[in-house]
C-alpha cells in the first residue's frame, strides 16, 4: 500500500512539474526550485459553471489548467457576463494578481465538467522570483505580450463587427486546439466578443454562405481559411 501511495504521489508531482515545466514564465529554472514549485501547488477539480475564484478576493496565486477550460470574466452591473479570457489544458491564469498581490481582477469558473487545475501558491511564486533573475525577466517579457493582447482585444471590439471578430475568434482557436472543447459553446464565445448567441448564429449562417466555414449544432469546421482571413480583414 506504501509503495502504491508512493507511486501515485511521485506520479502527480511529476504531472505538475511537467505542467510547470511548460510555462513561459519558469523556463531556465533549476530542477530543484522545479521539484519545489511542484511539491508547493495543489491540485483542485471542478465541475461545469462552479466558481474557482471570485474577483475582489485576495489572490491565492497562479493556476495552471490541467484538462478542461476555464472562463476568466468580469459581469455588469445587470449581470451580463463578459468573457476576457478563455483557458485551457497547459494555460496559466490570475498570473497579474499573483505577481503584484491584488486582489483578484475577475472572476474565474469551469466551463467543463471534470476541470482540474493546479494552484501555485503566491509566496512560491515570489520566492522563486527573488532567487532567479531569469524567472524576472521571463515575467516581464510575458507580461508585456499580455498588455498586448488586451490592446487587440479592446481595438477589436471598439472598431469591428461582429464578423471580423467571430472571423478572428475562429481562426485563434484554429491555431489553438485549447480554445475549443467541452464547455466552449456558442454562448460562451458570444460572451467572449461581446454579443449574444442569437447574433452568433446569425453571423455563422453568414460565413457559412460565403464559403468559409460548416457549421451544425456540434462543432465548427473551417472550409476555406482564406476567405475567413479576408473577412477577419475587413
Known sequence: DCDLVSTGWRTV????????????????????????IGEMSVMRDYGA?????LEGDAADGIWIVES????????????????????????????IAAFDGGPNPANASALSADTRVWLIPRTVVHYVL???????????D?????VRSLVGQIEDLALYGVIVRLARFLLKQAE????????????????????????????????EDSGAIRFDRQRIVILDEKILRTIAMQ
Open 13 to 36: 508531482m511529476n504531472a505538475i512539474q511537467g505542467y510547470v515545466g511548460t510555462l513561459g514564465y519558469f523556463h531556465g529554472i533549476s530542477a530543484e526550485e522545479l521539484a519545489y
Open 176 to 207: 489553438d486546439p485549447r480554445l475549443s472543447g467541452p464547455g466552449v459553446t456558442r454562448q460562451a464565445i458570444a460572451a467572449h466578443i461581446s454579443t449574444t448567441p442569437q447574433t452568433i448564429s446569425t453571423v455563422l449562417r453568414s460565413l
Open 68 to 95: 478542461g477550460h476555464v472562463k476568466i470574466y468580469k459581469l455588469n452591473p445587470d449581470g451580463g457576463e463578459h468573457i476576457l479570457h478563455l483557458r485551457g489544458p497547459g494555460n496559466s491564469f490570475n498570473d
Open 49 to 53: 459553471n462552479e466558481t474557482i475564484f
Open 142 to 146: 510575458l507580461l508585456a505580450r499580455r
Open 130 to 140: 527573488s532567487r532567479n533573475n531569469q524567472v524576472a525577466l521571463n515575467v516581464i
